[in-house]
Nanobody, 120 residues
């Protein structure tokens, strides 16, 4: 059974930090690119950061560059999102996603999300 379980969300003041984790099971984690998305109320889900299978290629949304850092530990089947200098506009539900192309087919899995609220 495939599972992606996010944790680490919560309430933080502007300027603060949080570290999100996403623990994967039920599939070959090393074969999948991993990414973090977020969805704020009334808005579409957007890509925050992505990391390739071996971690060699990383990309970020412009809005989080220089503040967020994505990483992965393939030995622990876990992907992380370190979020620093948080702003109220970072408030959203954060989701992790695993995906890959194989034989012309696209495979992907989503976690259930974790709430991040940035407020004084």
């Amino acid at each position: 059974q495939v599972q992606l379980v996010e944790s680490g969300g919560g309430l933080v003041q502007p300027g603060g930090s949080l570290r999100l984790s996403c623990a994967a099971s039920g599939f070959l984690f090393n074969n999948y690119a991993m990414s973090w998305y977020r969805q704020a109320p009334g808005k579409e889900r957007e890509l925050v950061a992505g990391i390739a299978r071996a971690g060699g290629s990383i990309n970020y949304a412009d809005s989080v560059k220089g503040r967020f850092a994505i990483s992965r530990d393939n030995a622990k089947n876990t992907v992380y999102l370190q979020m620093n200098s948080l702003k109220p506009e970072d408030t959203a539900v954060y989701y992790c996603k695993a995906d890959r192309w194989l034989g012309g087919n696209y495979y992907y899995y989503w976690g259930q999300g974790t709430q991040v609220t940035v407020s004084a």
